[in-house]
């Protein structure tokens, strides 16, 4: 079956071989399709086509090469335009109810961005997606659009955080302003809220982000929870005053009535909801080497990057490239906190279209390998690159590649035959292939090549920053 007919470009770029179940494919003649790779010593003569090009700095790439219209980034503008709209509304009379309740837009942001990170949202959105317009005569744009949308959701997420600073700082100003009718304590928490908003905000730019990324994972985490209870704090002591007695009356009654209590309930509740199913869980790590780690253990948890081939018994591959990652590799520990809520991802969204492509780098391959070993009713193909496959990621990950239908899977190992030409190479496949939809797992330089390749092919591409 000639699924991927090779042109000569797609020849240079797999230095004459393209590498298939761990053995080289001759996609002209079906009775050679086997042929291992180990046995081809003469690949090394051609090692002279894989010259690598001077490596771009990481933090350029993520910062630099992102382009200024990206669905993220227009997310992220719709949802400041909408709220300065309103904001200038309010400040100019002509939307009352915004400027009486700038408290309430502020917290009502706040609940937005939580969902667009709620877990539980999440599922509760792909699900329907999926099965209403995962038919075969929805149209492919609307669909690589609900896809985008929903892959860039964190430009909502970024938009919401700044405008609900806005909103809290118009708040406070209105009320130094009606200094009679509020009380010191109101003002100090309000103004700490802020604090704690801007200091998560600041965390999360960008160049914190990647430079210092512990420092952005427990700023965003901790500042934010802080943030939560001093909300609550907030929330009561505003509905609990009363401004002519100048005197608290604390009664339930006054926060049922209050919208900005029901909104920080739910706010609450979303954010809360994934850290009760934590449990502690016995897990087996074993280490072939320093790249990359294999957990073993009971029962489905992670929300990234899951193996599962039966009903308990489930595996996960972590890349070493973070201190948590690189530890479980130097000190492999007995057991392990996870959250049993499951996260649906993009790979779940593979699931609208008939014909995908999925391409992964390095240990990004677990992103896929979880969907490749479950029901789906999309045709997928596989390409998988990666250094020194059988060392780096054992024996366990080579079997369940070769349970695939021989033409579904390329597997290219550069330990073997040299550094490809990924970008082309995936752009040829997915041509062959006629995917509808092409999604890449790799590093940000990965991500950039190969998603800018298929842009400029005319093929939906979606990235996901991996190992």
């Not at 449990?279 to 899951?306: C, D, L, M």
């Amino acid at each position: 079956m000639d699924v991927f007919p090779l042109s000569n470009a797609l020849e240079r770029s797999l230095s004459r071989r393209s590498s298939s179940h761990f053995c080289d494919l001759d996609f002209a003649d079906e009775a050679d399709k086997l042929e291992c790779l180990e046995e081809k010593a003469n690949i090394w003569r051609n090692k002279s086509l894989f010259r690598k090009k001077p490596k771009e700095s990481r933090l350029s790439i993520i910062l630099l090469d992102q382009g200024l219209f990206t669905v993220y980034k227009r997310l992220l503008l719709v949802c400041l335009a909408l709220n300065i709209a309103a904001f200038v509304f309010a400040a100019t009379g002509y939307f009352p109810y915004a400027k009486c309740n700038a408290t309430l837009f502020s917290i009502g942001n706040i609940l937005a961005l939580s969902l667009c990170r709620s877990e539980a949202f999440l599922l509760v959105v792909f699900w329907p997606v999926v099965k209403l317009l995962g038919k075969p005569w929805v149209p492919l744009p609307l669909k690589t659009a609900i896809t985008s949308f929903l892959q860039s959701l964190g430009g909502v997420h970024s938009g919401c955080g700044i405008s609900s600073i806005a909103w809290l700082v118009y708040a406070l100003v209105l009320t130094i302003k009606d200094r009679d009718n509020t009380s010191v304590e109101i003002l100090v928490v309000a103004s700490t809220i802020l604090s704690l908003l801007c200091i998560t905000s600041l965390a999360a730019f960008p160049l914190v982000r990647h430079l210092h990324h512990n420092v952005f994972e427990r700023t965003h985490r901790f500042a934010a929870w802080t943030a939560l209870v001093l909300l609550w704090a907030f929330i009561v002591l505003k509905n609990c005053y009363n401004p002519t007695l100048q005197a608290y009356d604390f009664r339930v009654s006054k926060l049922q009535k209050s919208q900005d209590f029901w909104f920080t309930l739910a706010i609450t509740m979303i954010i809360i909801l994934p850290w009760v199913t934590v449990r502690k869980v016995a897990v087996k790590v074993t280490a072939s080497s320093n790249h990359a780690s294999i957990i073993k253990f009971e029962g489905g948890w992670h929300a990234f990057g899951i193996i599962s081939d039966g009903e308990n018994g489930h595996m996960m591959l972590a890349g070493a490239v973070g201190d948590f990652t690189k530890s479980l590799v130097s000190k492999p520990p007995s057991h392990l906190w996870v959250r049993k809520l499951h996260f649906a991802g993009l790979p779940y969204l593979t699931n609208l279209y008939q014909r995908v492509l999925l391409v992964a780098t390095g240990s990004g391959i677990c992103v896929f390998l979880s969907f490749l070993l479950q029901p789906s009713s999309a045709k997928v193909c596989l390409l998988w690159v990666a250094k020194g496959i059988e060392q780096n990621f054992r024996k366990e990950i080579k079997q369940m590649m070769s349970g695939f239908p021989i033409e579904m899977v390329i597997v290219h190992d550069t330990a073997i035959c040299g550094r490809p030409n990924v970008a082309k190479m995936s752009v040829e496949i997915a041509q062959s292939w006629k995917a509808e939809v092409v999604i890449v797992a790799s590093n940000p330089q990965g991500s950039r090549d190969v998603v800018g390749a298929c842009k400029a092919a005319g093929l939906p591409v979606g990235p996901i920053w991996d190992s």
